[in-house]
């Protein structure tokens, strides 16, 4: 499965694609930067494609 078929199939009120190797839980973000999410004490990766709606998203929380 691509990163895009498991994009299409998993809930957008749920999840979120931060880069384009990346799918994320927005629940399961503990914090996050504007090159970065962390989860579990884990650093992903935030790819400048997708800043702007993660910062959205984030910003309405």
């Given at each position: 499965?691509?990163?895009?078929?498991?994009?299409?199939?998993?809930?957008?009120e749920l999840f979120m694609r931060v880069h384009k190797s990346y799918i994320v839980a927005i629940?399961?973000?503990?914090?996050?930067?504007?090159?970065?999410?962390?989860?579990?004490?884990?650093?992903?990766?935030?790819?400048?494609?997708?800043?702007?709606?993660?910062?959205?998203?984030?910003?309405?929380?």
């Amino acid at each position: 499965m691509t990163t895009n078929e498991l994009e299409n199939s998993l809930s957008s009120e749920l999840f979120m694609r931060v880069h384009k190797s990346y799918i994320v839980a927005i629940a399961k973000i503990k914090d996050w930067e504007r090159n970065t999410v962390i989860i579990n004490n884990e650093k992903i990766p935030v790819g400048i494609t997708y800043r702007r709606a993660l910062t959205e998203r984030l910003n309405l929380k």
